[in-house]
């Protein structure tokens, strides 16, 4: 599969605590996406990293992008019980045109 | 600036009717991305088009469905004869080049009796 894998699928957390999810694709990539949805809703565009980009952030959140290991990370701190939501990693690969999506990583946050 | 639009948001057709899912992409974006997307599961890529042009449909399946993005109007996705497989949430994404950021529409959640 081209897809991406996410890990962990599915993650509990207090609000107040930092959540962490990885996500792991296959080929070489122009840049990497992560959106949220909520449930049976649209997806919401968090952040665009690109290949050539090792950390980028966006008010509480962080992403870093290790191409060596073909690996990326979405740090969101401080959580909210509105963070709430599946959290997608897509990937645009070399010659590409559309995203090649993750399975998700489902965040709970407990208030 | 208004979003990705789609539209109807719910469609509900019986099994070998058509559904025409329409999508109106960002002002000033003339890349248009079709996804499907089936329940617990990621997104799913379909078609790539231009305006006027089909650039990559390698995520299309080869029957009954099609997709078009004329010089005016929407892009329109229209899968003819409906299976009960069929049914998902479709979203479209628009963005201004292609490679770059996609921003994406509230879906159309297509369900087939």
């Known amino acids: 599969s081209q897809q991406g894998e996410e890990d962990p699928q599915a993650l509990s957390i207090q609000e107040g605590e930092n959540a962490t999810m990885n996500c792991s694709y296959k080929?070489?990539?122009?840049?990497l996406q992560w959106y949220r949805q909520n449930s049976g809703r649209g997806l919401v565009h968090l952040i665009l990293i690109r290949s050539n980009e090792r950390e980028k952030h966006s008010g509480r959140l962080r992403v870093t992008l290790d191409t060596s290991k073909k690996s990326s990370s979405l740090l969101i701190t401080a959580s909210r019980a509105a963070d709430t939501a599946s959290y997608f990693c897509?990937?645009?690969?070399?010659?590409?045109?559309?995203?090649?999506f993750g399975t998700g990583t489902r965040l709970t946050v407990i208030p | 600036n208004a979003g990705v639009m789609q539209n109807p948001r719910h469609l509900v057709r019986r099994r070998g009717q058509e559904a025409r899912l329409r999508c109106s992409p960002m002002?000033?974006?003339?890349?248009v991305y079709w996804y499907r997307q089936l329940p617990e599961e990621g997104l799913k890529f379909m078609v790539y088009?231009?305006?006027?042009?089909?650039?990559?449909e390698s995520g299309m399946p080869k029957e009954r469905f099609s997709a078009e993005f004329p010089k005016e109007g929407p892009s329109i996705l229209r899968i003819q004869q409906v299976v009960r497989g069929d049914s998902a949430a479709y979203f479209c994404a628009s963005s201004s080049d292609r490679g770059e950021t996609q921003y994406f529409g509230p879906g159309t959640r297509l369900l087939v009796l």
């Open positions: 080929t070489s990539i122009n840049n």
């Open positions: 002002k000033g974006h003339s890349h």
């Open positions: 897509a990937t645009v690969q070399t010659g590409a045109n559309n995203l090649f």
């Open positions: 088009l231009q305006k006027e042009n089909i650039i990559d």
